[in-house]
């Protein structure tokens, strides 16, 4: 049985190894020692965790992520932000070179009460190429995924946390208050000119007056305008960090500050990083990771900063206690379609003999798609409806052998769609979520008769009139908006043909590919109502 105690499987960046750099500075300093916890998800027995790689003529993009259960809201969150930063480098590409965007998550804490997730984006070939970073957090006792700002209680504790970043940067490396960079050489000059002012203001509570704080002076970036500060203006309101909306709000206001990427330290405090080139007396070092002591976190954090801290120290968490809502291998929906270029493929009238060719074609793209099957063919080809379940396609009721269900009786196409429901979850242990009546022929009496959502089409690529994979492909590939949902038909060979042409154009054009279900979207699909499509313009 593996290992499961993260103590023993740490990913830890040494800070004092960090610091003292031969030639950058002296070791009689004494920064405080700290590791910044940071771990692989793979540390996790039973956790799971997805790797993906598209590799084409004009790309790479490859993403890891944890799977925390079915549809949960940090793997939505982190699998979503993936896969904005995707199609904004796909439409982007230059014309030439070999361009590569590699995405990848760690974990910061792992506890019942909260995980930290670390996302790592690195792009090469490309203008402006190089690193990015974010951070998220999720509280499982409000359901919600949170920015790095509600670990701290309020604006003000955000402010002296910086300060004492800014103090490690001029202690430990013997800068002036105005060789600190950004934001927190903005702060650090404010604190040198006002040694009272953050001090003061950390210790009231959020919404303190001027008078209750014992300083008239106006908080930097408050509600005046602000000379811009490399590039970002300083903005110190009174938000309540503890509320979910301030602290996002809050966090775009900081966006510029070196804390959006802070991890908790062996020590029980901070561990900030920076880029060396912003510490020029760091030396030829990776990057520049700043401790902050324990104590000087205890007025700052949130509740929920005391759980993080908590559960980043421990470091011992079971996946048994994991805050999960299904079990670890189910993903469910990944993916919020209102906020990406999503389209919904659709095949009809399988399983058939060149279904699995097309299922080879899907995983090349880590495409998810609907089939709309038949119940009459599922004891025929068991084994491709149980591996279309298996690599997280969709299965769709297509009645049990293609009949009009506006020739049949309310009786009648309730027993129809029965039969094929049953069908379906025999193989696969899942009841098909909807309905495509054939022909997408419906009247009120299909409607009455039935409890699934009725899934249409906006784009018909005509394949089953003309089986001519081109213009199955140009169809498909010009038609095709953001919420499409596109009709093709599995049983051609020249459909089949098609699909490498159709994943690649849309692949480059920035779509992801999903199923019925996660285009519409949990609350989009109503029982007995047609739909047609997702877009929205």
């Known amino acids: 049985m593996a290992d499961t105690s993260l103590r023993r499987k740490l990913t830890v960046s040494a800070a004092l190894g960090l610091l003292l750099v031969p030639g950058c500075h002296s070791a009689e300093q004494n920064l405080p020692y700290a590791e910044a916890i940071q771990f692989s998800p793979d540390t996790l027995e039973k956790l799971a965790t997805r790797t993906v790689s598209v590799r084409v003529d004009h790309s790479t993009v490859s993403y890891r992520y944890p799977i925390l259960g079915e549809s949960h809201p940090l793997t939505t969150e982190i699998r979503t932000a993936m896969a904005e930063r995707q199609t904004a480098f796909l439409e982007e590409l230059p014309d030439h070179g070999s361009p590569e965007l590699v995405q990848d998550v760690e974990l910061l804490a792992a506890s019942g009460d909260v995980i930290g997730a670390r996302t790592t984006a690195v792009t090469s070939g490309v203008r402006g190429g190089g690193s990015e970073t974010s951070t998220l957090w999720y509280d499982s006792g409000t359901g919600e995924v949170l920015p790095w700002t509600s670990l701290f209680r309020d604006e003000a504790s955000l402010e002296a ?141 949130s509740e929920l900063g005391y759980h993080a801290r908590s559960a980043a120290v421990a470091a011992n968490a079971d996946p048994e206690d994991f805050p999960l809502d299904g079990t670890l291998t189910a993903e469910g929906s990944s993916l919020d379609c209102e906020r990406l270029k999503c389209v919904a493929l659709t095949f009809d009238d399988g399983p058939g003999e060149y279904t699995d060719e097309l299922l080879d074609h899907l995983a090349e793209y880590d ?30 009721n297509h009645t049990w052998k293609h009949d009009d269900l506006t020739t049949l009786s309310a009786e009648g196409v309730a027993e129809d769609l029965k039969r094929t429901d ?45 089986r001519d994979t081109g213009a199955v492909t140009k169809h498909a590939l010009d038609e095709s908006k953001p919420g499409s949902v596109v009709l093709f038909h599995d049983i051609h060979k020249s459909t089949v043909d098609a699909i490498p042409d159709v994943l690649e154009g849309m692949h480059a054009d920035g779509f992801h590919f999903v199923t019925v279900s996660e285009i519409f979207g949990e609350d989009g699909l109503k029982p007995g109502q047609s739909h047609t499509d997702a877009r929205v313009d």
């Not at 404010?190 to 908080?219: H, L, T």
């Not at 060396?276 to 990771?289: C, H, I, K, T």
């Not at 409890?451 to 394949?463: C, F």
């Open 161 to 301: 946390a910086h300060l004492a970043v800014a103090q490690v940067l001029q202690d430990g490396y013997q800068m002036t208050a105005d060789q600190v960079p950004g934001l927190l050489g903005e702060i650090a000059m404010r604190a040198e000119a006002d040694p009272d002012s953050v001090s003061a203001a950390a210790s009231e509570p959020a919404g303190a007056s001027e008078e209750e704080s014992g300083s008239g002076d106006p908080e930097p970036g408050g509600t005046e305008e602000t000379e811009e500060t490399d590039g970002a203006a300083l903005s110190v309101g009174d938000a309540d960090l503890s509320d979910p909306e301030q602290a996002w709000e809050a966090a775009e206001r900081w966006a510029a500050s070196p804390l959006a990427d802070l991890a908790f330290s062996t020590a029980g405090g901070l561990a900030v990083r920076m880029d060396p080139a912003d510490v020029p007396s760091a030396g030829r070092v990776s990057e520049v990771l700043l401790p902050v002591e324990a104590e000087e976190t205890e007025e700052v954090l």
């Open 422 to 466: 049953e069908a379906i979850q025999e193989v696969t242990g899942v009841a098909p979520p909807t309905l495509r009546p054939p022909y997408g022929a419906m009247n009120g009496t299909v409607s009455d008769a039935t409890e699934h959502p009725i899934i249409l089409w906006d784009v018909d690529t005509m394949d089953w009139q003309n």
């Open 367 to 396: 495409a998810r798609a609907t089939f709309y099957v038949m119940g009459s063919l599922v004891s025929e080809f068991p084994e491709i409806v149980e591996r279309t379940h298996a690599e997280g396609h969709e299965m769709g």
